[in-house]
C-alpha cells in the first residue's frame, strides 16, 4: 500500500508565507513526478505545481514568481513554498504522485488534502 501524507497548512495573512511538505511511504518503486493541486468549493481541482524525478517544474501562470516547488527524491518528499500569498490562494491543497508499486503496478496517488486559507 501506497500513501502521501500532506503537512503545512494554516491560516495566513496576505502577503505571507506557508510552506506545505508531502511524503511519500509503501511499497514503492519509482515515483514519475510529484505534484501539487488545489481546489476550492464548486470548482475544479486544479494543478498549482509539478516536479519530475529530473527536477523539471512546471507551475500555474497564477501563482509564477511566488510559489516554488522543490523534491528530496530519497525522501519522496515534496515541498510547496508559496510566498506573498493572496486570498484567492485559498483553497484545499492535494499532493499527487503518479508511481509504481513493487508489483510495478501504475497507481496515481493522492493525499487527503491540507487546507489553505489566506486572510486578514
Known amino acids: 500500500q501506497v500513501q502521501l501524507v500532506e503537512s503545512g497548512g494554516g491560516l495566513v495573512q496576505p502577503g505571507g508565507s506557508l510552506r506545505l511538505s508531502c511524503a511519500a511511504s509503501?511499497?514503492?518503486?519509482?515515483?514519475?513526478?510529484m505534484g501539487w493541486y488545489r481546489q476550492v468549493p464548486g470548482k475544479q481541482r486544479e494543478l498549482v505545481a509539478s516536479?519530475?524525478?529530473?527536477?523539471?517544474?512546471n507551475y500555474a501562470d497564477s501563482v509564477k514568481g511566488r510559489f516554488t516547488i522543490s523534491r528530496d527524491n530519497a525522501k519522496n518528499t515534496t515541498y510547496l513554498q508559496m510566498n506573498s500569498l493572496k486570498p484567492e490562494d485559498t483553497a484545499v491543497y492535494y499532493c499527487?504522485?503518479?508511481?509504481?508499486?513493487?508489483?510495478?503496478?501504475?497507481?496515481?496517488?493522492w493525499g487527503q488534502g491540507t487546507l489553505v486559507t489566506v486572510s486578514s
Open positions: 499527487n504522485a503518479p508511481m509504481r508499486n513493487y508489483n510495478l503496478q501504475y497507481l496515481e496517488v
Open positions: 516536479i519530475r524525478s529530473s527536477g523539471s517544474t
Open positions: 509503501g511499497s514503492i518503486f519509482n515515483i514519475y513526478a
